[in-house]
């Protein structure tokens, strides 16, 4: 059974730029979470969403976006890139039902922003 | 104050050893628990969760939630040189179950 694949696993960008990652959920899971990790902050929650739908968001500025497809495929979109969104930017996938924390997580992204 | 503390060590120890893993947390709202495992550039792994109060055992960990002092822990027995890594906290609410809000990880190292 295939994991939950994030492309691509290294980017660098300029800042001032924009970005968009991928993130491919375990088959039959319907909800995908983002998550930003930095050595200072640890892993802080970006947005959930469930059948297309964004159903939670967290503290970041507008400039981090996402959406989810139809086939449960997610993205997110980091516009105006600044260094301090360096990071390993994390998708999580699970099946989505309430209390359900089978949340299985991918390798990674890991954005440098020059 | 962050919402869940997490020592971030690194913590070493001898193989073999019981390893004792710990967080505290603020909110008493949280109610569901878990422990993570996370190898160098790759993303976290899911070894244990919890309902509310209690221990729950798998293997050689057993995860213990005291929620009248608002500390988790995770117990690591027997341990191994593969079990170096690092270790996050996760805890949740119930009605927004699918934010979880993460500890700063503890790194561990199993000398052989």
């Known amino acids: 059974k295939a994991g939950v694949t994030q492309t691509p696993r290294y980017l660098i960008k300029t800042r001032g730029q924009q970005v968009t990652l991928s993130c491919s959920p375990i088959s039959g899971h319907r909800s995908v979470s983002w998550y930003q990790q930095t050595p200072g902050q640890g892993l802080q929650f970006l947005f959930e969403?469930?059948?297309?739908?964004?159903?939670n968001k967290g503290n970041f500025p507008g400039r981090f976006s996402g959406r989810q497809f139809s086939n449960s495929r997610s993205e997110m979109n980091v516009s105006t890139l600044e260094l301090g969104d360096s990071a390993l930017y994390l998708c999580a996938s699970s099946l989505g039902g309430q209390g359900n924390y089978g949340y299985t997580f991918g390798s990674g992204t890991r954005l440098t922003v020059v | 104050q962050k919402e869940v503390e997490q020592d971030p060590g690194p913590l070493s120890v001898p193989e073999g050893a019981i390893v004792s893993l710990n967080c505290t947390y603020s909110n008493s709202a949280f109610q569901y628990f878990m422990w993570y495992r996370q190898y160098s550039r790759k993303g976290p792994e899911l070894l244990m969760y919890t309902y509310s109060s209690g221990n729950k055992e798998d293997g050689r960990f057993t995860a213990q939630v005291d929620k009248s002092s608002k500390y988790i822990s995770l117990f690591i027995r027997d341990s191994q040189p593969s079990d170096s890594a690092t270790y996050l906290c996760a805890t949740s609410l119930m009605d927004s179950s699918y934010k979880l809000i993460f500890g700063s990880g503890t790194r561990l190292l199993v000398r052989p």
């Open positions: 969403y469930f059948s297309e739908t964004q159903r």
